[in-house]
């Protein structure tokens, strides 16, 4: 009896975690393909980020590109959102200033807008003086999936933009899942 016990609990504890395993490995899956696809922009990890923004003076500039409606619900702190169809020149323009000398992580829901508009900006970017210019691989839903801090309007909150019904199966934490800022 208590082997079946054991067994029983076994099979409820992995039914509970199956999903957002199974999400996290989708996410994976995705940002493997992501990077193949943009193999000319530098992916890089969380991990990497959070290690780049120790030293506040030399820390990355936070380029969040997607709308406005998104970057409402949650953003990661201190992102400036800069229009996914953004043009090189917007983009340089944007952080003519602010950029010097400094990384520029560019991110999105999961890596492909973001990436797109990395491509896009990087020569302009680099005959502008900025050099290293990334793209966090996953975006913000591996932030919120790591239970990251992320923050709107109103300061710190937990909720992530599903982007679509479609992408939304990479969010692990789908009870944090919201269309509209909280807290308004």
Partial sequence: MTFLRFLLLSLAIVSAVSPALADAAKLAALEDR??????????LTLDELALMQIDARAAPILIDVRPEREFAVSHL?????????????????ALEVIAVRRPVVFYCS????SSRLAERARERLSNAGIDEIYNLRGGVFAWHNESWPLVNQDG????VHPYDRWRRKYIVRKALISSKPKGR
Avoid: C, Q, S
Wanted: hydrophobic share 35%; no cysteine.
């Fill in 34 to 43: 992501l990077e193949r696809r943009f193999d000319d922009v530098v992916h």
């Fill in 77 to 93: 702190e201190g992102a400036i959102r800069i229009a996914p169809n953004a043009t090189a020149k917007e983009v340089e323009d």
């Fill in 110 to 113: 999961l890596g492909y807008r």
């Fill in 156 to 159: 710190a909150t937990d909720y």
